[in-house]
């Protein structure tokens, strides 16, 4: 930037074209930020700083309930609330939970099924992975539906499969078992498409490695867990960032199910929360301030899964 | 055409180096093994979607009573379909093209804004270049839920909720296109060609549609797919932006059949054949277009996730 601007003026000799030319050039970047950065101040920054500024407010209705209600400055009190909400720590607690089970589960699976597709044991590698990726193409909402049948016994084959071996079929909409029927679908729905991300980064692995750990003598197992799985980290860390915010914002599956299954409460997930306080409780600034402390969990989970998986690999 | 041919025969060499490094392929124990845990979790990604298939051609009470895995005896595809169609004066048809005008638009623009963006990141030095870069890093973390909340209380007060633009808008910023765009143009878009056009009396931004675009292209396919794939399958945003079933796109109108049926009660349920005839067709165009353009998809993640 200072070696443009400073030739600018002390070159009188230049001609007028050239310092046009100049000029536009350091104009240049802010034209092409200009529209994005419009729209991104207007549809990113601009909603987090009026969430938060909504969060510090709360509506109160007299005792009758009747009439309009007023609105007041609350100060913090609404994270107050937050903080001591039963409802908000149990339903992070359960995504928590589904977490810590749902994302390495289905991470592993990726990497095993990339690993296992950039090997040299595998046939029909393009079919595998158009399978694989199938899932990926259809929209959450849609997937979410469609494990519903299976889910339900009325349609379900699998639990008609069981009734037809005579033997007790299992319920996936219980109290104990629904939170794994939403994890299965997630699981089904990412997988081929971190599968892909991961499988991507083993084909950029140059092959002179390859070569050289073979005239070494590694098997395949070695190669893989020394070489590949290191130099695909950087995959792996994007992959499970974007699965921790993705599970923290679990929405869709459990609406979803929540028609069809009574141990969905309204308040199973965080976001499913937020949604019913602001649209069927109407207390837009409870769930602004729940908005905020959400993103702030979401936050600090991906900032330290990105400071621990770069202290160890030594970024 | 050159792109395509120049990008084809990479993976393809590389999959045969691999082959031709390793032993001639016979079926041992390990070859065996892997074939095996590949084919089941080929059937576990692709039992699901052959339900949908064998369920779109049953009737409403072939839905109920024959086994989901396999085809009833009569084939009702088409009077579905033709049913799906025509539902509530054809608004299905409607909720189709509202997903396409959304995803297409929204997708296509917000490529060419992140390609703009990510372009003049990667090629210019300018004051708060860095800041700014982080900040849209940083965005890409905050989840988008949590966003829509606020988005809805600000589109309420200018009223724009229940219009399009309400969905359109906050589609068109893509800040992971940024970032792709980012990494995409500072290794492939050469600083000495940006100097022959300058020399040449191009202006920067003719120098962009002329040079930066084309060299592009393969990140920009990455972007637009990902942005497409995106808006299709959004949910959250259009579901609380929308009360009017006219704009709705097919997400939101799906799950509003789903409700109705699951509301109406076991004797009445009347529309689950439509709600997985329409999810079925729902999602042909997007599985169509993700297979044809994999190639193209996965070089650009390539670069994505092994740089970032």
Known sequence: ?315 | MRQQTASVPMPTARELAITRQARPPRFDLSTMGAMTFLLIFTLYFLIPFFWLVVSATKSQSDLFGTFGLWFAPNFNLFSNLAQVFTYNNGIFGRWLLNTLLYAGVGSVVGTFLAAMAGYALAKYVFRGRNLLFSVILGSILVPATTLALPLYLMMSKVGLTNTIWAVLLPSLVNPFGVYLARIYAASSVPDELLEAGRIDGAGEFRIFTTITLRLLTPALVTILLFGFVGIWTNFFLPLIMFSDPALFPITVGLQSWNVTASNAGANTQTIYNLIVTGALVSSIPLLIGCIILQRFWRGGLGAGSVKG
């Open chain 1, 1 to 315: 930037m200072a070696q443009k601007a400073i030739p600018l003026e002390k070159l009188p000799s230049q001609t007028q074209r050239t310092s046009r030319t100049l000029r536009s050039e350091a104009l240049a970047p802010y034209l092409f930020l200009l529209p994005f950065v419009a729209l991104f101040t207007l549809f990113f920054i601009v909603p987090i700083i009026y969430a938060l500024y909504q969060s510090l407010f709360r509506s109160e209705r007299n005792g009758l309930g009747l009439g309009a209600a007023t609105v007041s400055f609350n100060g913090l009190g609404n994270y107050l609330d937050v903080l001591r909400d039963p409802n908000f720590y149990s339903s992070v607690g359960r995504v928590l939970l589904y977490g810590i089970v749902q994302v390495p589960v289905m991470l592993i699976l990726s990497l095993v099924l990339a690993l296992l597709l950039d090997s040299a044991l595998v046939r029909f590698k393009a079919f595998f992975r158009v399978a694989f990726f199938v899932p990926f193409a259809i929209p959450g909402i849609i997937a979410a539906l469609l494990w519903a049948f299976f889910y339900q016994p009325v349609f379900s084959p699998i639990v008609k499969g069981f009734q037809a071996l005579g033997l007790p079929a299992p319920d996936f909409l219980g109290p104990g078992t629904v939170l794994w029927s939403i994890a299965n679908i997630a699981t089904w729905t990412y997988a081929g498409y971190n599968m892909l991300i991961i499988f991507a980064a083993l084909q950029a692995i140059p092959s002179e490695i390859y070569e050289s750990a073979r005239v070494d003598g590694c098997s395949g197992w070695r190669v893989a867990w020394s070489i590949k799985i290191p130099l695909v980290a950087p995959a792996l860390i994007l992959t499970c960032i974007f699965s921790i915010v993705g599970t923290l914002q679990l929405f869709a599956e459990p609406q979803v199910l929540s028609a069809i299954s009574n141990n969905v409460s309204t308040s199973y997930t965080p976001v499913l929360y937020a949604y019913t306080t602001a649209f069927s409780n109407n207390n837009y600034y409870y769930a602004a301030a729940l908005s905020v402390v959400l993103a702030v969990i979401t936050c600090i989970f991906s900032f330290s899964v990105l400071r621990v998986t770069q202290r160890q690999a030594g970024v």
